[in-house]
């Protein structure tokens, strides 16, 4: 089935530093959302973006939709161990379908 | 903790075997989505239901079907299984009947088929 381009794959980075990942579509995009998924666990909604260039934050979590419409990224500043998980993007088009990205796995050394 | 529960856990079956597999919404969410997740993937969107009728589907076989009921749950049943369709299965509870809605997922049902 069809899936975004997420990158990177995965990252190995210190506690405290941000992070940054993006993901990118062939196709233009009216929704895009970000997820993280712990082990065992479903995906969990972190931010929700219904607008081109629209920014919008949930603690140290910052995402942006960009104005093609067919990208958007994540970043998270200042990391901390309990960020370690699977983050995962996610855009839906006009027909509504919701599209998912590979995923980025985030570990963080304490 | 989403309230949205699935059962079961785990569960092993055997190539050409039918299964059903459970999924319990939040109390009031009258839209379920289901998806497959291979090991490694991102999940793929199975179909959704809403008020007890599919509202949607990917691109998935008529041999995977699902059912919604008045009480909030819900199954998904897959007849002939593959090798393929080993992977976790989550189910995803919500309102109205957008399929990007903010949903809460379920921890999901790992599959293996062998």
């Known amino acids: 089935g069809q899936q975004l381009n997420q990158s990177p794959q995965s990252m190995f980075i210190q506690e405290g530093e941000d992070v940054s990942m993006n993901c990118t579509s062939s196709?233009?995009?009216?929704?895009w959302l970000w997820y993280k998924q712990d082990p065992g666990e479903g995906p969990v909604l972190l931010i929700a973006?219904?607008?081109a260039g629209e920014l919008t934050s949930n603690g140290r979590l910052t995402a942006q939709f960009g104005i093609t419409r067919k990208d958007s990224f994540l970043n998270i500043s200042a990391s901390i161990p309990s960020d370690v998980g699977i983050y995962f993007c996610?855009?839906?088009?006009?027909?509504?379908?919701?599209?998912w990205g590979l995923g980025t796995s985030l570990a963080v050394n304490p | 903790e989403t309230g949205v529960t699935q059962s079961p856990t785990h569960l092993i079956k055997t190539r050409g075997q039918q299964v059903t597999l459970r999924c319990s919404s939040q109390?009031?969410?009258?839209?379920v989505s289901w998806y497959q997740q291979a090991l490694g993937q991102g999940p793929q969107f199975i179909f959704q239901?809403?008020?007890?009728?599919?509202?949607g589907r990917g691109n998935f076989p008529p041999r995977f079907s699902g059912l919604q009921f008045p009480n909030y749950s819900s199954e998904l049943n897959v007849n002939a299984l593959e090798l393929d369709d080993s992977a976790l299965y989550l189910c995803?509870?919500?309102?109205?009947?957008?399929?990007?809605?903010?949903?809460?997922f379920g921890p999901g049902t790992r599959l293996t088929v062998l």
């Open positions: 239901y809403y008020r007890e009728e599919e509202n």
């Open positions: 995803a509870s919500g309102l109205g009947d957008t399929f990007y809605n903010e949903q809460f």
């Open positions: 973006l219904y607008k």
């Open positions: 109390s009031g969410h009258n839209t």
């Open positions: 196709s233009i995009f009216n929704t």
């Open positions: 996610a855009g839906a088009g006009n027909n509504r379908k919701l599209i």
